[in-house]
């Protein structure tokens, strides 16, 4: 006789045999063993489907996606879905909708519950073969399906999106007590908060999402209690937050978990966890985290530089469309901070910024590409379009760059009315358009000449610390130019202009020093700034000096220190230079007369 176990199994094969046909007990018998014996459990599931059991092949389907009682196979489920779903079966459709947003091979792992958390639609995401079958389930009372239908209606193509029903969707959802819902609920009543009481009942919504587990609601949450969105600021809240949306895998909250534990801020400062969470973040794919990473090690700060690293991280950051990063990367290639100067590699990154729309990087990259220090064979990037469209949009830098292209011919005929146009409109915010501005209102171009303008927009200028602008200011009220004329208020700004190194300033320090002006005249003064400026190569200024050094003036006559500034004037192009170094001496200067006759 066979065993008690041989027999058993027997008895078990014959009732699944007799199982088969029926679809009813199929269905009942495979989710009495599912458990059990999920291998016989599938094939009963499937002999239900075949007989137009809907929900049988639905459960097939959810076999196939997570591997139970046979390997993984997302296009297999994603068949038996589609079985399903066209007998109206709402979750297979719901189903649907999820793999033609995210993609067979992530959907045994979204599982929807990911949605707005851990998961993004894939760059393959049909928006338009996900909607139907979204708005079926939802339309048939599908809580979850309600929030992915809202979900598309918010986040697809523009030509799908209807932000309105979208918000009464993601409120149906959110009455059923769908956390989904409930999170997309919330998200919407912030973006419509005017009101306190608005921002509170956003707030009540993102509480029960959270409440329910998703990290996405952590997160909002405790970007809401660090920058006092909807309530009152709270660090120490802000950590918690992040911290339990961290720990689920969230790549935007171990960012500003990291942010928030390397800067002290919410509780005690800790390097090694705050640097840990951000690298955790950036490997996991957070473009943010990413470039925090890389910010932090290119400045002096909570850990010391490393440029290497920051150039690492923003590299990361920027092959991940983060265009602020990006940037960075490029400056560190142009100016060889910490890595090896490469105008052609800062090129490339700046561009991908620039093209990223990101305007301070589209103005980096004009200034490289007009220095001509690329060797790289690129096509001139459209400068002048991007700064046509920032400054049509309002944008201050914009509308200063866009006048640069007008005033210098670049990508676009020369047009000096046109730039100067462009220029006043900049000159309210941006202080290089007011040098700009002052300029071409001094020379007439563009505009009629007006000095007493020309001398409002430099004195803007320089107020705001313009080293240029300072010294244009000052040489203004030593000529009386728009200007009332005043060498004492002339002196204040070229002393301002010192600090920066300006050669220029130095010797016109050391000429208001030297007579002829209101300032008592000081040769020791004068000789002191002429020394300044003529060190720092300015030709006149070294004329000057030598001049002081051969008659004694502000000090010891010493002509071996006059041969060595008139052989420098000489050298900086001074023509009077080479004659007065030679009446230095009378040999060299008889000889000179010899020769010239």
Same mark, same amino acid.
């Given at each position: 006789?066979?065993?008690?176990?041989?027999?058993?199994?027997?008895?078990?094969?014959?009732?699944?045999?007799?199982?088969?046909?029926?679809?009813?007990?199929?269905?009942?018998?495979?989710?009495?063993?599912?458990?059990?014996?999920?291998?016989?459990?599938?094939?009963?599931?499937?002999?239900?489907?075949?007989?137009?059991?809907?929900?049988?092949?639905?459960?097939?389907?959810?076999?196939?996606?997570?591997?139970?009682?046979?390997?993984?196979?997302?296009?297999?489920?994603?068949?038996?879905?589609?079985?399903?779903?066209?007998?109206?079966?709402?979750?297979?459709?719901? @189903?649907?909708?999820?793999? &033609?947003?995210?993609?067979?091979?992530?959907?045994?792992?979204?599982?929807?519950?990911?949605?707005?958390?851990?998961?993004?639609?894939?760059?393959?995401?049909? &928006?338009?073969?996900?909607?139907?079958?979204?708005?079926?389930?939802?339309?048939?009372?599908?809580?979850?399906?309600?929030?992915?239908?809202?979900?598309?209606?918010?986040?697809?193509?523009?030509?799908?999106?209807?932000?309105?029903?979208?918000?009464?969707?993601?409120?149906?959802?959110?009455?059923?007590?769908?956390?989904?819902?409930?999170?997309?609920?919330?998200?919407?009543?912030?973006?419509?908060?005017?009101?306190?009481?608005?921002?509170?009942?956003?707030?009540?919504?993102?509480?029960?999402?959270?409440?329910?587990?998703?990290?996405?609601?952590?997160?909002?949450?405790?970007?809401?209690?660090?920058?006092?969105?909807?309530?009152?600021?709270?660090?120490?809240?802000?950590?918690?937050?992040?911290?339990?949306?961290?720990?689920?895998?969230?790549?935007?909250?171990?960012?500003?978990?990291?942010?928030?534990?390397?800067?002290?801020?919410?509780?005690?400062?800790?390097?090694?966890?705050?640097?840990?969470?951000?690298?955790?973040?950036?490997?996991?794919?957070?473009?943010?985290?990413?470039?925090?990473?890389?910010?932090?090690?290119?400045?002096?700060?909570?850990?010391?530089?490393? &440029?290497?690293?920051?150039?690492?991280?923003? @590299?990361?950051?920027?092959?991940?469309?983060?265009?602020?990063?990006?940037?960075?990367?490029?400056?560190?290639?142009?100016?060889?901070?910490?890595?090896?100067?490469?105008?052609?590699?800062?090129?490339?990154?700046?561009?991908?910024?620039?093209?990223?729309?990101?305007?301070?990087?589209?103005?980096?990259?004009?200034?490289?590409?007009?220095?001509?220090?690329?060797?790289?064979?690129?096509?001139?990037?459209?400068?002048?379009?991007?700064?046509?469209?920032?400054?049509?949009?309002?944008?201050?830098?914009?509308?200063?760059?866009?006048?640069?292209?007008?005033?210098?011919?670049?990508?676009?005929?020369?047009?000096?009315?046109?730039?100067?146009?462009?220029?006043?409109?900049?000159?309210?915010?941006?202080?290089?358009?007011?040098?700009?501005?002052?300029?071409?209102?001094?020379?007439?171009?563009?505009?009629?000449?007006?000095?007493?303008?020309?001398?409002?927009?430099?004195?803007?200028?320089?107020?705001?610390?313009?080293?240029?602008?300072?010294?244009?200011?000052?040489?203004?009220?030593?000529?009386? @130019?728009?200007?009332?004329?005043?060498?004492?208020?002339?002196?204040?700004?070229?002393?301002?202009?010192?600090?920066?190194?300006?050669?220029?300033?130095?010797?016109?320090?050391?000429?208001?020093?030297?007579?002829?002006?209101?300032?008592?005249?000081?040769?020791?003064?004068?000789?002191?700034?002429?020394?300044?400026?003529?060190?720092?190569?300015?030709?006149?200024?070294?004329?000057?000096?030598?001049?002081?050094?051969?008659?004694?003036?502000?000090?010891?006559?010493?002509?071996?220190?006059?041969?060595?500034?008139?052989?420098?004037?000489?050298?900086?192009?001074?023509?009077?230079?080479?004659?007065?170094?030679?009446?230095?001496?009378?040999?060299?200067?008889?000889?000179? @007369?010899?020769?010239?006759?």
């Amino acid at each position: 006789m066979p065993a008690p176990m041989a027999r058993l199994n027997i008895l078990a094969k014959l009732l699944d045999r007799f199982a088969t046909r029926s679809p009813k007990f199929a269905r009942a018998r495979a989710e009495h063993i599912a458990d059990t014996a999920p291998e016989r459990a599938l094939v009963l599931f499937a002999a239900a489907a075949q007989a137009g059991d809907a929900e049988a092949a639905f459960i097939v389907g959810e076999h196939y996606l997570e591997g139970k009682g046979t390997q993984h196979h997302a296009s297999e489920a994603a068949r038996w879905y589609q079985h399903a779903a066209k007998a109206g079966h709402a979750g297979a459709q719901c @189903r649907l909708a999820q793999l &033609y947003l995210f993609g067979l091979p992530k959907a045994a792992t979204v599982h929807w519950a990911g949605l707005f958390a851990t998961a993004e639609a894939s760059e393959e995401a049909d &928006y338009h073969a996900a909607l139907p079958w979204a708005r079926r389930a939802a339309e048939a009372g599908m809580a979850d399906a309600q929030a992915l239908f809202a979900y598309i209606l918010t986040a697809g193509p523009e030509a799908l999106r209807d932000p309105e029903a979208a918000f009464n969707w993601y409120r149906k959802s959110a009455e059923q007590n769908c956390p989904q819902g409930r999170l997309g609920y919330g998200i919407a009543l912030m973006l419509r908060a005017d009101t306190a009481e608005k921002s509170t009942a956003a707030r009540d919504q993102l509480m029960r999402a959270a409440e329910a587990g998703l990290p996405a609601a952590h997160y909002l949450l405790g970007f809401g209690a660090e920058r006092a969105v909807g309530t009152t600021a709270n660090e120490a809240l802000a950590r918690h937050h992040y911290q339990i949306a961290s720990e689920a895998g969230l790549g935007l909250a171990q960012a500003r978990l990291g942010l928030l534990l390397l800067e002290g801020r919410g509780g005690p400062t800790d390097l090694l966890n705050g640097e840990s969470w951000l690298r955790r973040g950036a490997l996991g794919g957070d473009a943010e985290a990413a470039a925090l990473l890389g910010d932090m090690y290119a400045r002096d700060g909570a850990l010391p530089p490393n &440029y290497v690293e920051a150039a690492r991280w923003f @590299r990361v950051a920027a092959e991940r469309g983060h265009k602020a990063a990006a940037r960075a990367l490029g400056m560190l290639y142009l100016n060889g901070t910490g890595i090896g100067r490469n105008p052609d590699e800062a090129a490339v990154w700046l561009r991908y910024a620039a093209e990223a729309g990101d305007l301070r990087a589209q103005a980096d990259l004009a200034a490289l590409l007009q220095s001509g220090n690329v060797s790289l064979a690129v096509d001139q990037p459209p400068l002048h379009e991007w700064f046509e469209r920032a400054a049509n949009q309002g944008d201050p830098i914009g509308a200063f760059n866009y006048a640069v292209c007008l005033a210098e011919g670049i990508g676009v005929p020369r047009d000096d009315a046109c730039a100067a146009s462009w220029l006043k409109r900049a000159a309210e915010d941006v202080v290089d358009a007011q040098f700009w501005y002052a300029k071409m209102l001094s020379e007439g171009r563009g505009a009629e000449m007006d000095e007493a303008g020309a001398a409002y927009w430099f004195a803007r200028a320089a107020a705001a610390g313009m080293t240029e602008a300072q010294v244009a200011l000052a040489e203004r009220h030593v000529d009386g @130019r728009g200007v009332a004329r005043d060498h004492h208020l002339a002196k204040s700004w070229f002393l301002r202009a010192v600090p920066a190194g300006h050669a220029g300033a130095m010797f016109a320090l050391g000429a208001l020093y030297a007579g002829g002006h209101d300032l008592e005249t000081d040769l020791d003064a004068a000789r002191h700034w002429f020394t300044e400026a003529a060190t720092r190569r300015h030709p006149i200024a070294a004329l000057m000096l030598a001049r002081y050094a051969a008659r004694g003036l502000g000090g010891p006559r010493d002509i071996e220190t006059a041969r060595h500034w008139y052989s420098q004037a000489a050298a900086l192009g001074v023509p009077e230079a080479a004659s007065e170094l030679a009446e230095l001496d009378p040999l060299r200067a008889q000889a000179a @007369r010899v020769a010239g006759s």
